[in-house]
């Protein structure tokens, strides 16, 4: 729970009211197929997640600004090594 990952548990006993306040919670039912079925879902979220922090960390690095700036610094550098 403290990496913020999706948690797939049985909707068994006390485990739904231990995860009660966990929003990333997955209850399935006690079979193979249900479990199986929560974990693929698990999976997608987790596919979700990273794929919208490349999205954010590729829109904040590779911005116009950042990229003049890069090649202008490239510039200076260059210019120095020649005189």
């Known amino acids: 729970m403290a990496a ?3 948690i ?3 909707n068994v006993g006390g ?3 231990a995860l009660n306040q966990y929003p990333k919670k ?3 039912y006690p079979s193979t197929r249900s479990i199986l079925h929560g974990i ?4 997608e979220i987790i596919d979700k ?3 919208e922090k490349a999205q954010d960390m590729t829109i904040r690095q590779y911005n116009w ?4 700036s890069k ?5 200076v550098l260059l210019a120095n090594q020649i005189n």
Do not use: C, F, M, Q
């Not at 600004?65 to 003049?68: A, G, K, L, R």
């Open 4 to 6: 913020g990952l999706a």
């Open 15 to 17: 485990i739904p009211d």
């Open 26 to 28: 997955i209850l399935v």
């Open 49 to 51: 997640s990273i794929s």
């Open 71 to 75: 090649i202008a610094r490239l510039y």
């Open 40 to 43: 693929i879902k698990a999976l």
């Open 65 to 68: 600004e950042n990229i003049v």
């Open 8 to 10: 797939v548990a049985t």
